[in-house]
């Protein structure tokens, strides 16, 4: 695209706009990635258009309560010594975001989801929805895309995790930065992976006591790789940290061992955890009873790659068996004029979501002014060999907590796997084996799982594991299509039909800009 006739036009407009209604880059994502992307492109000059479905940027990581909930502290918590750095950087992020949005530079549309996206000219139509009954939003067209649309949290079922109790561990750490809520009081936090030492400090902070950590695989993993550990100093400090911090709390630590049973009717009472062998299958009478009245579970993070995928962009597989986008060394996918940044690059944590996002922008940015790769400058130069290091992390933490195989050993025949339309793996199995069931697609046909309101963003990695042998389970799996990307109604579908005769956005909607978005 460089040296076209509306890059041209784009390079001559001091803001580098397009002629017409179309943005210069539309940005899917507020997160830190999402964040990062926005306000360095803005910096370059480009119009920018933000779009997230949160009522505030951040994302899950930057996560805080509106300060309509008027949300307290509970009476038990240690309030916090100062402003973590993180916190800092995002304070630094949200001020650029104002002055651009000021300036008129980014257009930010909070609340709007993104449920497809269509290729019209060169450019994209990005068609939303807005409000809690998803009703019909405005198109937004853009040149240039980039995805920073984050992660789910993955889970895996055992029988008992649908009792009142139960909830993601990401879903606890939500729950305290967008209510400072608490699941329980004495709340047995599983699992796997580093997130679960995170949700368990937060949870002794905020006044739980905290019995147990199960981790399902061990921290000797990371040894294997001292060179990793030693171009990313800070991730086996903040663990260090993380560790100290739970033994000052009494917290016991677990590892190889996996919560296998939860008891309890109305309400979480107890859980049973197992210790696992090196597949993760328990191994017999290792089964202990911890009394608790929550349990915050997780086995790590996947990415959410809907309209990637749609799209057409390419994937990989990582190490520990999530699908991720295929990206180059400038955060390009295999779609042209497509981007994405952060999670959906592969699960790395927020320091990877900045450093990609600021990455990507430059990247734009150099595209749309038409220079060469090669001409990149210092700050680019250090950019990409963070992000190097921080990604060689990332595929050394999703190898050390990739899921076993012997997981499956845990579900029993009537343990419901996919929640919404109440499958239990009883009957998968038996789509499987008396049925003739190969795949999860075959699963889905003929049971109905993940066919649900998530539309198998919960189940679907545990349903194709149960679908197939555990030989056929370690190989690579096949991305799931899927629009639209979030539910619609079908009045907004039927607004969509013909993208090029929709109303385009014309204005910004936010609702305290500094400048009406009004383009020509």
Known sequence: MPGSTSDRAERADGRSRT??????????????????AAVTAADHGLDVVLLDAAASPGGQYYRSPPEELAAVLPRAA????????????????????????AAGGIRYLPGHHVWTVTRTGSGWTLHTVVGARGEGGPAVRARRLLLATGAYERQLPFPGWTTPGVVGAAGAQAM????????????????????????????VRAGARVPALVEAA???????????LAANPSKPAEGLRHGAALVRAGVRVMS??????????????????????????????????????????????????????EIGCATRTCADGSLAVRLDERLSTTVPGVWAAGEPGGIGGVGLALTEGELAAHAIAADVQGRSPRETS?????????????????????????????????????????RCEEVTAGRIRT?????????????????RAGMGWCQGRTCGFAVRALAVS???????????????????????????????GMEPLDVDESPDTGRGGTRS
């Open 378 to 418: 210092g700050r680019v130069r250090s950019l990409g060999r963070a992000r190097r290091g921080q990604r060689a992390f990332a595929e050394l933490m999703a190898e050390v907590h990739r899921p076993g195989h012997g997981w499956r050993d845990w579900v029993e025949d009537d343990t419901e796997v996919c």
């Open 470 to 500: 555990a030989g056929a389970a370690a190989r690579d799996p096949a991305p799931d299509r899927r629009m639209p990307a979030c539910p619609v109604l079908l009045s907004a579908l039927a607004g969509a039909d013909g993208a090029d």
């Open 19 to 36: 002629a017409g209604d179309v943005a210069c880059l539309a940005v899917v994502g507020a997160g830190p990635a999402g964040l990062a």
């Open 218 to 228: 061990g921290y000797g993993g990371y040894a294997a790789a001292p060179r990793v």
């Open 78 to 101: 240690v309030p916090p010594r100062a402003a973590p750095k993180g916190q800092r950087v995002f304070s630094g992020l949200m001020d650029r975001l104002a002055a651009h949005r």
């Open 256 to 309: 190889h061992r996996a919560v296998t049973a939860v008891h309890g009717t109305d309400r979480v009472e107890a859980v049973t955890v197992s210790r696992l062998d090196r597949d993760w299958r328990p191994v017999p009478d290792s089964g202990r009873t911890i009394t608790c009245d929550a349990l915050a579970v997780g086995h790590g993070l996947t990415p959410q790659l809907e309209l990637a995928v």
């Open 176 to 203: 305290l930065k967008s209510g400072h809520a608490l699941p329980g009081r004495r709340v047995v936090v599983a699992g796997s992976g580093p997130l679960l030492q995170a949700v368990a400090v937060s949870l």
């Open 431 to 447: 789509a499987v084996g008396e049925l003739g069931a190969a795949d999860a697609r075959t699963v889905k046909l003929l049971t």
